[in-house]
Each structure stands twice: as C-alpha cells, then as structure tokens.
C-alpha cells in the first residue's frame, strides 16, 4: 500500500524557518516525482513545488521562489520542504503528493497532511 | 499563472447527472491533455478522480466522466448520489512546468 505521511508543521512567528519532512513506503520512491501542494483554512488548493525522481529538476511556484527549498533522500525514501523567512499567508496544511507514472501528470496519491500556522 | 476557473457551487438531486467546468486558458487547459480531477471530503486529502482529461483511475466509478472543449475542461457526475457530495478541484499542467488548480466547487446533493 503506497503511504506518504507528512511530519515538522506547527505554529512559527513571522520571518522563522520550518523544515516538513513526508516519509514514504509502498512503492519504489526513487522512481516517482514528488511535489508539495498547500491549502490555507477554508481556501482551495495551491501547487508550490516539484523535484524529478532523480533530484535533478526542481520547479516552485512564484508565491514561494526564494523562500522555500524542496529536496529529498532515497536512503530515508523522505521528501522535504525547508521553509525560510515565513509569512502569515503561507499558513495552510502542507501536503506532499505523488506524480503518476503514465506520464499523465496527475497527482496520484496524497499524504494527510501536516498544518504549518505563521503568526506572531 | 491564475487559478482555473470554476463555479462556486453546484447542486443536483439523486439519481441526476451534474457538470462541474473548469475554464483556463490556451496556455494551461487549452494547450495539453495534463487535466485532472480531484474530490476532496472535509478533513480529508484529495483523491484523484481523472487524469489526462478523461481517463479513470482503477476503482473510480463510471459514473465519474470528464472531457475537454477548447480551454475548457469539465467533469461529469451522473447518477448523483449522497456520498458524491464534496469538493471537485481541477487541474492542469502549464508551460512553465507547473500546475494550477482551479478554485474548487462545492457539490451539493439534495
């Protein structure tokens, strides 16, 4: 059974720094892209963020370029967002999503979730 | 990149066939074949419903169908039950390698 479970949110003042981590089993991680898609409470659902199967191509959203960093580890089969220099509008529930392998592009499985809350 | 649109809220009663539309543009929905659908319960994670535009994923139900005209991506719920009220995001791929979401609808079944 494919699992992705979301760990690190909490509550974080304006300008500080939080490290998600979203450990993964199930299936052969070094062959799937993985993204993280964020919701703000009551708000739909917004993509910020890509790495390949390899590490070797990553893409952010504009509303996070330059702030947060995505990169993952096959020894621990984990994905990771750092997030640096934090807003209030970047409280949400963070949830890493697997991208399909038929090349359809989809977001095929998604973990729980884990909620990050910015505010002083 | 905007968010795709879609309608707010859509409702439907048993047994009736709703459509939900998602409208972007020629460089998001209108240029690939890269749209999903995803349901979402309250408190729970999306589930992917359709992906390339129409394609099914196992265990999703025929009655879940979706198409594509020009920039604009829909999907259809036919034979409405309870348990489909929930809310629908779509999706698609861009040229920038990134993805956006529609602003989701909210399903009703009365």
């Known amino acids: 059974e494919v699992q992705l479970v979301e760990s690190g949110g909490g509550l974080v003042q304006p300008g500080g720094s939080l490290r998600l981590s979203c450990a993964t089993s199930?299936?052969?991680?070094?062959?799937?892209?993985l993204n993280w898609v964020r919701q703000a409470p009551g708000e739909g659902l917004e993509w910020i963020a890509y790495i390949s199967s390899s590490g070797g191509t990553i893409y952010y959203a504009d509303s996070v370029k330059g702030r947060f960093t995505i990169s993952r580890d096959s020894a621990k089969n984990s994905l990771f967002l750092q997030m640096d220099s934090l807003r209030v509008e970047d409280t949400a529930l963070y949830y890493c999503?697997?991208?399909?392998?038929?090349?359809?592009?989809?977001?095929?499985?998604w973990g729980q979730g884990t909620l990050v809350t910015v505010s002083s | 990149q905007s968010a795709l649109a879609q309608p707010a809220s859509v409702s439907g009663s048993p047994g009736q066939s709703i459509t939900i539309s998602c409208t972007g543009t020629?460089?998001?929905?209108?240029?690939?074949?890269?749209v999903s659908w995803y349901q979402q319960f309250p408190g729970k994670a999306p589930k992917v419903m359709i992906y390339?535009?129409?394609k099914r994923p196992s265990g999703i139900s025929n009655r879940f169908s979706g198409s594509k005209s020009g920039n604009t991506a829909s999907l259809t719920i036919s034979g409405l039950r309870a348990e489909d009220e929930a809310d629908y995001y779509c999706?698609?791929?861009?040229?920038?390698?990134?993805?956006?979401f529609g602003g989701g609808t909210r399903l009703t079944v009365l």
């Open positions: 199930g299936f052969t991680f070094s062959s799937y892209s």
């Open positions: 999706s698609s791929f861009t040229p920038s390698s990134t993805w956006v």
């Open positions: 999503a697997r991208v399909d392998k038929l090349g359809m592009l989809a977001f095929d499985n």
């Open positions: 020629s460089n998001d929905v209108g240029r690939y074949n890269f």
């Open positions: 390339g535009v129409s």
